[in-house]
């Protein structure tokens, strides 16, 4: 992920909640609530998803 203003590094990676990332995208397969709190859910499952779909090629991810 490139051009993004004021960050450098920005990943693609497993989290569920704001706290397992720092801006990074979190990937999951549905959208709930952990805890009381906004959550990305079943992100192992979708990560391998995506790693499946992408194969190691290079890919665009769209942000609007």
Not at 16 to 35: M, Q, R
């Amino acid at each position: 992920i490139m051009d993004v203003s004021g960050r450098y590094n920005v990943l693609v990676h497993i989290g569920n909640t704001v706290k397992n990332t720092t801006g990074c995208v979190l990937v999951g397969s549905e959208f709930g609530y952990l805890g009381g709190n906004d959550a990305v859910l079943n992100s192992a499952r979708a990560m391998e998803r995506l790693k499946k779909y992408v194969e190691n090629q290079p890919w665009w991810l769209s942000v609007t």
